[in-house]
Each structure stands twice: as structure tokens, then as C-alpha cells.
């Protein structure tokens, strides 16, 4: 694909070499177990999944961060956070990847598709209300290519109507909207490590709250229902006398491996340097295509925005996009729609459909949408090569 970047290029450096060895030679390549993660058989030492936590807490703002082992347990620890019964929905948009809805569907609530403003892709905030319902609990908002939903508007409604918003930060590392980072505006956000994203550890992720009891659930569903609470939250110990581990609820093992929280620390490290590259970067985009004159250009951010781009996206005539993320479109949705039940038996309310067509702002969106890459490992030689190649039929 013309916007992948040679492995090769990445970016890994002396940084996250020297942390790789240090965890090799600390003979601990898990963060360990215990009451708190803090009891390895060095007892002294913090993991270093711990040192990744606090650092991401403090950059965000945020009292509370738990990394995980890929963005996709990020976005179900955020789902599991906010506490919502079995058949539940939440509010997803049409444009995003499968694995926000896959995230609400693993929490045993209802994804319910809204769809997307035409000249952005993000959520709309009418279709939003034209799909919530009695069941609504919560709405899920993407932060597609480091653009921002509108937030004010989205918390306003939310706050309204008494639903929980999780923002999926995934593709928005360092974004800001009026001079405060995307994450803090939800009561819980994440944000992937996968080897394309902003900061990377190949596979990882992390997610983040202001709230005590959103963080201890997410912790609880990540960690196999164990305690593991850090911040200083208490941990309850096992009634006396019991027999077990202290499995104090239902989970999924996603933990972070000490290899993974090195490189990601290191790489947090080094945000702000990549994010000054690809900012030289997609001010390049903007001059090559305001060189080119034409039908393309680029997507218009919310009024107060400072966008970190992920990936540079254009709208170009309509049906010569190349956008994927439809997820209904899916061949899993299409089967839950043809089953009429979640892939864990659950009924699927007669209100909720699937069916092709449904959101069709986004699937037209979606065949007038290319993306550029920007990715700060990439040369502006590189850079303009891959732009010429994106847009080379156009
Ligand atoms: C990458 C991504 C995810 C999933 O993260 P993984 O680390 O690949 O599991 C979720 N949401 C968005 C918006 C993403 O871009």
C-alpha cells in the first residue's frame, strides 16, 4: 500500500535499545503479580510498565493510566471501565476501525452505528441523536488521522442524556482541542502502540481515566479480574481463610510485557520529537497539493483544533477512494445482522441494523477518501514520492 513506511525506516534508536537490554538483564520480562504490580522478586523496583503508566498519566494529565497489551484491550478496558449492563448500547460511528465496535461487543453491550459528518468522517452529532434510543449508555468517539471530533458538543449531549464517553485516541497522540489534549474531554480514552502509530512498541496499549472506579474496573477486565490497582487505590484483600489467587471479578488476561513497555516508554520519550517531523511533513502535503491546484484536498479541522496528523486524509472525486473503515460493512456485521444476535447470543434489538446502506454518509465519505502518509520516519524525498504515487490516477 502506498501509505505503509518500510520497516526498516522506522525510527528505533539507541533509546530503545539501551531500555531492551535493561529489561534482558533484569531477568523480569513480565511487570509481575501480587497485590499491586509492585511484587517482583525484587520487590524495590517498580516494572517498567509501572515507570510507562506514570509517565503517560503525567503527560496526558490524568490521575489514572494502565498500558495493555495492543490498542484493542485499550478500547475494551475503556468499554469495561464505564460499568454498563449486558444489552446496553453504545454509540459508535460509521467511519472508524472494526475493533471499536468488536470493543463494545466484548463488553456484552450493542454496538449502534451513527452516522458521520460527510466532510470530515467524524461523528455527527444529529445522527447521534437520530440513533440513540432508552438503551443508549455511552457513545464512543474516534479521533480519525489525529483529526478531533467535536468534543464540547459531544460532551454536552452526553452530559444531557446521562451517557458515559470513552474517546479512542488510537490515531490522535498529541492532538489538542483548545489547547487541551484529546483524552481528558471523556470519562476514558485509549490509545494504541500497533507498530503504525504515532509512538509504537509493535504491538500495545494503553488506556486512561480521571476516575477511580472507571480505572479499577478496566484494570479488573485487563488482568483476569485481579486487583491490580497502582495510584493508590486501595486493594482489598482476600477474605481470610479463602483458598484462590484473588480473582475478584471476570477478565481477560491483556498485560503489558516488560520488552513492549520499554520501547513504549522510550518512544513516549520521543513524541514530541516525531511530532515536530511530521509536522514538516504535512506541511509539505499542504504545499504539494496547493502546488497541484485541483480536486484534491485535505480535510477541514473543527475550529480550535491543533491536529497531531496520523495519516494526511484527502477527499478526492467521488468513488476514487480508497477508505476501508466501514465496519458494519464487515463480513462479521453482516452476519450479526443476518443472525439477528451478537456473536455471544445476544438478540439484537429490532431498532439496530447493519444492513449495507444504513450510514450512507460514510460509505460515500468513505469512496471520496484517500490518506497520505506523514509517518516522521519518511525522508521529504520519500514523502513526496509516496504523495506522487497516492494521487498518480488522479
Ligand atoms: C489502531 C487502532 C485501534 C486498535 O489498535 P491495535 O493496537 O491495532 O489493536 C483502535 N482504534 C483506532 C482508531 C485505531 O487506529
Not at 158 to 181: H, N, Y
Not at 328 to 336: D, G, K, N, P, S
Amino acid at each position: 500500500m502506498s501509505d505503509m513506511v518500510d520497516p526498516t525506516r522506522m525510527p528505533f534508536g539507541q533509546l530503545e535499545r539501551t531500555a531492551l537490554a535493561e529489561v534482558l538483564a533484569s531477568g523480569q520480562l513480565w511487570r509481575g503479580n501480587g497485590a499491586g504490580w509492585g511484587s517482583r522478586h525484587d520487590s524495590a523496583a517498580d516494572s517498567v510498565a509501572d515507570r510507562l503508566e506514570d509517565a503517560f498519566a503525567r503527560r496526558l494529565g490524568v490521575p489514572y493510566a494502565h498500558a495493555v497489551n495492543s490498542g484493542t484491550s485499550a478500547n475494551e478496558a475503556a468499554v469495561a471501565g464505564l460499568g454498563l449492563e449486558p444489552g446496553d448500547e453504545v454509540i459508535c460511528p460509521a467511519a472508524c476501525p472494526a475493533f471499536v465496535p468488536f470493543a463494545v461487543l466484548a463488553a456484552g453491550c450493542v454496538p449502534v452505528f451513527a452516522d458521520v459528518d460527510p466532510h470530515t468522517l467524524l461523528l455527527d452529532l444529529d445522527a447521534v441523536e437520530a440513533v440513540a434510543g432508552e438503551r443508549t449508555r455511552a457513545v464512543v468517539a474516534v479521533h480519525l488521522w489525529g483529526l478531533p471530533a467535536p468534543m464540547a458538543e459531544i460532551m454536552a449531549m452526553a452530559r444531557k442524556s446521562d451517557w458515559k464517553v470513552v474517546e479512542d485516541c488510537a490515531q490522535a497522540f498529541g492532538t489538542l482541542i483548545g489547547g487541551r489534549p484529546v483524552g481528558t474531554f471523556g470519562d476514558a480514552c485509549c490509545f494504541s502502540l500497533q507498530q503504525s502509530k504515532h509512538i509504537t512498541s509493535g504491538e500495545g496499549g494503553i488506556f486512561a481515566t480521571t476516575d477511580p472506579d472507571t480505572y479499577a474496573r478496566a484494570v479488573l477486565y485487563s488482568s483476569a479480574g485481579v486487583p491490580h490497582f497502582r495510584f493508590g487505590l486501595p486493594v482489598q484483600s482476600k477474605p481470610e481463610g479463602s483458598i484462590g489467587r484473588g480473582h475478584i471479578a471476570f477478565g481477560h488476561n491483556h498485560r503489558i510485557g516488560e520488552m513492549q513497555a520499554a520501547v513504549a516508554l522510550a518512544q513516549l520519550n520521543r513524541l514530541d520529537e516525531f511530532n515536530r517531523r511530521r509536522t514538516e511533513l504535512v506541511a509539505l502535503v499542504e504545499e504539494e497539493l496547493a502546488r497541484r491546484g485541483g480536486v484534491v484536498r485535505g480535510l477541514r479541522p473543527i475550529a480550535d483544533a491543533e491536529v497531531s496528523y496520523w495519516r494526511y486524509p484527502v477527499l478526492v472525486p467521488a468513488g476514487r477512494g480508497s477508505f476501508q473503515e466501514v465496519p458494519y460493512l464487515e463480513q462479521a456485521f453482516q452476519r450479526m445482522e443476518a443472525e439477528r444476535r451478537t456473536p455471544f447470543g445476544l438478540p439484537l434489538p429490532k431498532h439496530v441494523t447493519y444492513a449495507p446502506g444504513s450510514c450512507p454518509r460514510a460509505e460515500r465519505g468513505a469512496a471520496r477518501v484517500r490518506v497520505l502518509s506523514v509517518h516522521h520516519g519518511l525522508s521529504d524525498a520519500e514523502l513526496l514520492d509516496s504523495v506522487d504515487a497516492a494521487l498518480a490516477d488522479l
